[in-house]
């Protein structure tokens, strides 16, 4: 189970636990600005569920990426350096090119393939989201079909990736999230590195605007800081 701390993963998560026996949650430090509260977010949730989790670091990803979701990478377009470290939101524009980490679902999900045939796991779980995979096309289940395809040929054991979520939007993801009563409060959802989330980045808005009006909304909260 590929776990980051956020919405999609963890509500993934709680769908998967009542269909699947979950061994392991695997966390990708990848010097995201976001790491410090991802993997406490990571390591909460799993211990919540249960599972014990594998932390695997890649250095090589951030050394090399112009992301500006890590350290070191370049500006989001257009954007000044914002107080939570992320150089604020990319205005809703259709160039992702400032916030697209080099094949970062392809390298993860390759990882924990290994992991999973090392753990005689035969599903690969992770959290997509259908409005994600209109910006990265790598969040759609053509994408998981491509993989599964790539894995059939490249593992010789019987592995495939599922995501529970691919198919929902924020707002039902949120939903399901309030149905199978996820720990809300221990949730990390931002791209920004400061002590709560920003509650002002691209990922931030689009959770608050998806908890407007439920009952989650209260239970999450986001730094105060104008
Ligand atoms: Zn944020």
Do not use: H
């Not at 990265?136 to 059939?152: G, H, M, Q, T």
Request: a negative charge; hydrophobic letters at 40%.
């Amino acid at each position: 189970m590929l776990l980051s701390g956020g919405l999609d993963s963890t509500v993934a998560l709680a769908i998967a636990e009542k269909e699947y026996r979950l061994k392991t949650a695997l966390f990708f430090d990848y010097n995201q600005y976001a790491l410090k509260g991802e993997k406490e977010a990571a390591g909460k949730i799993a211990e919540v569920y249960g599972l014990s989790v594998e932390y695997v670091e890649l250095p090589w990803l951030a050394e090399g990426s112009s992301s500006s979701l890590i350290r070191g990478g370049g500006a989001i377009s257009g954007n000044p350096a914002d107080s939570t470290g992320v150089k604020d939101r990319y205005e809703g524009t259709e160039d992702i090119s400032s916030v697209w980490v080099e094949n970062r679902n392809g390298i993860f999900l390759n990882i924990a393939a290994a992991f999973a045939s090392w753990q005689e796991c035969s599903v690969i779980l992770t959290g997509f989201n259908r409005e994600e995979s209109i910006l990265f096309p790598d969040n759609s289940r053509e994408y998981i079909d491509a993989v599964n395809k790539a894995l059939d040929i490249g593992e010789i054991k019987n592995i495939r990736v599922e995501s529970p979520t691919v198919d929902l939007d924020k707002k039902k993801i949120v939903k399901e999230g309030i149905k199978l009563s996820i720990p809300w409060e221990l949730l990390w959802s931002c791209y920004g590195g400061g002590r709560l989330m920003c509650g002002k980045c691209e990922s931030c808005l689009k959770l608050k605007s998806a908890l407007v009006g439920t009952s989650a909304e209260k239970i999450v909260s986001f730094s105060k800081e104008k």
